[in-house]
């Protein structure tokens, strides 16, 4: 990873771990949107349709994440898991995932757990 998207994985933690009143579901988006900037090497990468479904303990964040690729702005659904796996990407943006892959773990681990995107 370059070093801005571990300063902004490094604030986020930081701030998860504060003890601050701040909602977990909030932090974890946060965190999630911090690791795919990562992923995809663009700290300009900006995100819709986030939801995150599950609990504090085993869900995932899903959503859109939209970035420019040269002359091309690229829009894909992503998913982070919270335990720490992923994060996943969907083919167009570098992810080595195939598609089927990708919606069978989309259908399942977002839209069945009650993603509302």
């Not at 994440?65 to 659904?77: A, D, L, M, N, P």
Request: aromatic share 8%; charged share 20%.
């Amino acid at each position: 990873m370059r070093p801005i998207p571990n300063l902004l994985l490094l604030c986020t933690l930081l701030s998860a771990c504060s003890g601050s009143s701040g909602d977990w579901r909030a932090d974890a988006i946060a965190a999630a949107e911090a690791r795919m900037r990562g992923l995809i090497n663009n700290p300009a990468a900006t995100f819709s349709h986030v939801d995150l479904t599950g609990d504090s303990v085993s869900g995932q964040t899903c959503g859109v994440v939209i970035s420019k690729v040269g002359i091309f702005t690229k829009e894909v659904r992503f998913i982070v898991y919270i335990d720490g796996a992923g994060p996943y990407v969907e083919p167009g943006l570098g992810s080595s995932m195939s598609q089927a892959d990708f919606d069978w773990a989309w259908k399942n681990d977002c839209v069945n757990e009650g993603y509302k995107g």
